[in-house]
């Protein structure tokens, strides 16, 4: 599986229709009409686990070549 920031997955939800909802420190949510909600955290730099970016990507919908 790919390593991808929280950032850098952030900008994948932008890009897929996603809005940010709110940022409360580190971690920010983001809704879609239909398909609900995302928290992803946003860590300077640090990439997101495997099972974490697994979770992230089935809660999103979006594949590992949306990132």
Do not use: Y
Request: with cysteine.
């Amino acid at each position: 599986m790919k390593s991808v920031t929280g950032a850098e997955f952030c900008r994948a939800l932008a890009r897929n229709g996603w809005q940010l909802a709110r940022i409360r420190g580190s971690h920010q949510t983001w809704i879609k009409e239909g398909k609900g909600r995302v928290t992803v955290p946003v860590h300077a730099g640090r990439d997101l686990g495997r099972g974490l970016l697994a979770t992230l990507l089935k809660q999103s919908g979006l594949a590992e070549e949306d990132l």
